[in-house]
């Protein structure tokens, strides 16, 4: 089992930058796939990017794609999600999640695909 707490969430001016941390807990971080999702307000939870255990991988939602980058530290137990030309539409709060499973799809998440979530991070883009 592992444990995920994030971090680096705030308030950012549109076009600014981000950059969330994960850390997990444990020592077979490494064996994970892992994932950040948002929730913004009143809607559902959405996907945003994936990475495979080992970093050779990686998914991004259309939403996202060529303004967020995710990428992973295995020897720091930590992924990140850095977040560049920010706009209203990815006010959310950000969670990250690790696989249920051992093999990495480069597509979309089913719904039982990430198992184990960290409590979120807000992050808040102002106009």
């Known amino acids: 089992q592992v444990q995920l707490v994030e971090s680096g969430g705030g308030l950012v001016q549109a076009g600014g930058s981000l950059r969330l941390s994960c850390a997990a807990s444990?020592?077979?971080?490494?064996?994970?796939?892992m994932a950040w999702f948002r929730q913004a307000p009143g809607k559902e939870r959405e996907f945003a990017a994936s990475?495979?255990?080992?970093?050779?991988?990686?998914y991004y939602a259309d939403s996202v794609k060529g303004r967020f980058t995710i990428s992973r530290d295995n020897a720091k137990n930590t992924v990140y999600l850095q977040m560049n030309s920010l706009n209203t539409e990815d006010t959310a709060v950000y969670y990250c999640?690790?696989?249920?499973?051992?093999?990495?799809?480069?597509?979309?998440?089913?719904?039982?695909?990430?198992?184990?979530w960290g409590q979120g991070t807000q992050v808040t883009v102002s106009s």
């Open positions: 990475i495979s255990w080992n970093g050779g991988f990686t």
């Open positions: 444990g020592r077979t971080f490494s064996r994970y796939n």
């Open positions: 999640a690790a696989g249920s499973f051992p093999t990495y799809r480069p597509a979309p998440p089913s719904d039982n695909e990430y198992g184990y």
